[in-house]
């Protein structure tokens, strides 16, 4: 299975549907809340947000959701990026609630070739992220700098790194 993509790889318009998709537990929401000292009663308080919010219920922190739909996009984009270059944009643009579940797609925008070294470019993408009812929570663009084919190939390959088991 591929992991990331070389620079040749990308063609502008192309579009990667993420899979699986991930459903959002409570625990999840609190336990990054709760490592990220994000305090706010709208995502941990049951009560404060059932009496005093719009929405009824918590809201699954945005942050969370940003970060999954990331993640979600490494195997089909930056698996193996050089570097994350730039989050241009981020909007969050409908709650999530507990027991949602998360979907991403990446489109890629435009594509680069570095000046200053010719076994690279920059990758430039744009992720949605919606839920199990098509709604879209979150869109976020980013350039990622990504290696050309000689670049991993003088590397090790597919898998640099990986080492070989020792005969038993």
């Known amino acids: 299975m591929q992991f990331g993509r070389y620079y040749e790889e990308f063609e502008v318009g192309a579009v990667y549907k993420h899979w699986p998709g991930k459903t959002v537990t409570e625990y999840d929401d609190h336990l990054f809340c709760l490592i990220t000292m994000n305090h706010h009663p709208l995502h941990l308080d049951t009560h404060y947000a059932a009496e005093t919010t719009d929405f009824g219920k918590n809201v699954v922190v945005g942050n969370y ?38 979907y991403g797609e990446t489109t890629v925008l435009d594509k680069t070739p570095s000046t200053s070294k010719d076994d690279r470019g920059v990758v430039y993408v744009e992720t949605i992220g919606y839920k199990q009812d098509g709604t879209v929570v979150c869109i976020f663009r980013r350039k990622v700098m990504v290696p050309k084919r000689s670049y991993g190939e003088a590397r090790g390959g597919e898998q640099p790194g990986r080492p070989e088991p020792v005969a038993r």
């Open 65 to 102: 959701i940003y970060s999954l739909l990331l993640g979600m996009s490494v195997p089909d984009v930056s698996g193996k990026a050089i570097a994350n270059l730039e989050v241009e944009s981020l909007r969050h643009v409908a709650p999530t609630f507990h027991g949602d579940t998360i």
